[in-house]
């Protein structure tokens, strides 16, 4: 009886969690989304969302070389993220792995091994990914603008080193270049502008 209770309990508990997830409106999802990318390719950016029962879909053609991530209505607060077109092979062999269950590591791992046989391309040249978050309470989804906003980018740089590029393995002060998983397909410089 106990057992029965619990299952029942359980089931409630994910039925109100599900019930939770408000999934914004595709016109409202782009908006926000594009906000990661450069002002002038917000507007042709293809963009990747969320239909209304949560299945990840593109809910906009691009036009130009930019593509951009809607924020995951299941976690609370905003992130969203734009990339070079170039990136998409590599984002996109992320999202299948994650779906699968891969761990981070084994994402890794796998795609290291994809990108060396050439199965997996990267870009030739840098890439560069915008990623802008902030918090639940300054995100209004009634007109996809978000106070306050947080803008860092990642420039991807495959098998790049600190000594290819002269930038340190981290930031001696805030806002500072540097460069993290150097020497592999993930080899990217971080700048993370200094907070307010």
Same mark, same amino acid.
Request: net charge positive; charged share 25%; with cysteine.
């Given at each position: ?14 039925? %109100?969690? %599900? ?21 002038? +390719? %917000?507007?042709?950016? +293809? ?27 299941? +976690?609370?607060? $905003? ?23 891969? /761990? ?20 030739? %040249? ?30 991807? $740089? ?5 000594? /290819?590029?002269? &930038?340190? &393995? ?25 907070? +307010?």
């Amino acid at each position: 009886m106990n057992r029965i209770f619990f299952h029942a309990a359980a089931l409630c508990v994910a039925f %109100q969690a %599900q019930a939770q997830t408000v999934i914004p409106a595709a016109d409202i999802q782009i908006k926000t989304a594009s906000l990661a990318a450069p002002v002038d +390719k %917000q507007a042709g950016a +293809k963009v990747y969302g969320y239909a209304a029962d949560g299945t990840f879909k593109v809910l906009r053609a691009g036009t130009n070389d930019f593509v951009c991530i809607a924020d995951d209505p299941k +976690k609370e607060a $905003i992130n969203v993220s734009c990339y070079h077109a170039d990136l998409e092979p590599f984002m996109e062999r992320g999202r299948v792995l994650t779906k699968e269950g891969k /761990s981070q590591k084994d994402i890794f791992d796998i795609r290291e091994k994809e990108v060396k046989s050439g199965q997996l391309k990267m870009p030739k %040249q840098p890439a560069t990914l915008y990623s802008f978050s902030g918090s639940a309470e300054n995100y209004d989804s009634q007109t996809g603008e978000v106070k306050d906003g947080y803008l860092r980018y990642v420039v991807y $740089i495959p098998y790049a080193t600190a000594e /290819s590029t002269g &930038l340190p &393995l981290k930031p001696d002060v805030p806002g500072m270049p540097w460069i993290m998983d150097p020497g592999t397909h993930r080899a990217h410089i971080m700048i993370n502008p200094a907070k +307010k």
